[in-house]
């Protein structure tokens, strides 16, 4: 062992098998930290989907639990997508919490409850949250989502004065509420077309002016085309081709993808091969796949977040058509 000593034989060598040994010591225990946190979260992520199907007996006997230890069960279900054992567990930590504490899982709370589908409470909730912390950003937004399913007029107008007073009220956030309003009034295609021109003219409000216009059998002017990814689906190909000429010769344009299988289905069509354009919506935010257009992501409730993709896919009904004749 005398050769780990500085003042051995050569004192550089010893000094760098010192040094050496210092940083084995310090990776072997990062990556310990590392595998040994995984371990136990798996191990509660594991625990926790035994409860899931489990009876309920054994989650009412960790209500001796502190409110700590009860919040950490309760993001954990959250966590698994079980928002009405969150919401359970949520509730239980907060009548164990000081106010501080209280205030800071209200906002779990009102999202658990937005998930269950239990309205009346997240809007309870979120409203008593704001009471004493009116510019928590994140509730804003949730309680905002709430009026809009309770069709709360005067709730959602005090939600955008006070997101605006923040400084988060941006074009986006406005052009959708007052689309979703004006949608669902009673009024005609042309007066809803008219009424959307007011807005603020973002990529969904021109998204919704072509899709009234496509139920008019009318064709969109340039200035009201939103960018080809936020609408690639509400058109035929020969149209798309039409309307983005220069988009197929941008280089530039950030939608590799789908101007690759935009092009694909025209060659097919061109050269009579049965292939059809399949649509997948993304949300940029969370990475949410859906089948179908969303203004709003429905899992983490993001305003404008959409993404439109394309991939060529079989058309079973040509083929059909192709055996018949
Ligand atoms: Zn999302």
């Known amino acids: 062992m005398d050769f780990l000593f500085i003042d051995a034989r050569d004192p550089i060598f010893g000094l760098i098998i010192l040094v050496l040994s210092v940083v084995v010591v310090v990776i072997f225990s990062y990556f310990w930290g590392v595998f ?11 625990f926790l989907a035994k409860f899931s199907q489990d009876d309920s007996k054994i989650i009412e006997s960790l209500s001796s639990l502190d409110s700590p230890e009860l919040a950490v069960i309760a993001t ?6 079980d928002w009405q054992k969150a919401a359970n567990f949520y509730e239980k930590a907060i009548k164990k919490a000081g106010h501080d504490e209280k205030m800071l899982l209200l906002g779990d709370l009102g999202l658990a409850y937005i998930k269950t589908g ?14 004493a912390k009116p510019r928590d950003e994140k509730a804003l937004f949730h309680l905002l989502f709430v009026y809009e399913k309770l069709k709360d007029k005067a709730g959602i107008k005090s939600c955008l004065d006070a997101l605006f007073a923040l400084g988060c009220c941006d074009d986006d956030l406005r052009a959708y509420i007052g689309a979703s309003e004006l949608l669902s009034a009673p009024l005609s295609t042309g007066d ?20 009234l216009k496509s139920k008019n059998y009318e064709k969109p002017s340039a200035d009201e085309l939103p960018p080809l990814q936020m609408c690639a689906d509400l058109f035929d190909l020969d149209t798309l081709s039409e309307f983005w000429s220069e988009f197929f010769t941008d280089e530039q344009s950030g939608c590799e993808n789908l101007k690759f299988s935009i092009k694909l289905a025209k060659l097919a069509k061109e050269n009579n091969l049965g ?3 399949e649509f997948k919506y993304t949300c940029t935010a969370c990475k949410n796949e859906l089948p179908l257009f969303f203004a709003r992501c429905p899992k983490c409730l993001k305003i404008a977040s959409v993404k439109l993709d394309a991939t060529l896919r079989q058309d079973e009904s040509f083929s059909q058509q192709k055996g018949d004749m």
């Open 118 to 131: 239990l309205l009346k409470n997240a809007k309870d909730c979120l409203e008593e949250l704001l009471g």
């Open 192 to 211: 809803k077309i008219t009424a959307l021109k007011t807005l603020p003219q973002t990529a969904l409000v021109k998204r919704y002016i072509c899709e």
């Open 275 to 277: 292939a059809k354009l």
């Open 76 to 81: 954990g279900f959250a966590k698994l997508g």
């Open 36 to 46: 040994s946190r995984k371990s136990k979260d798996a191990s509660i992520d594991k």
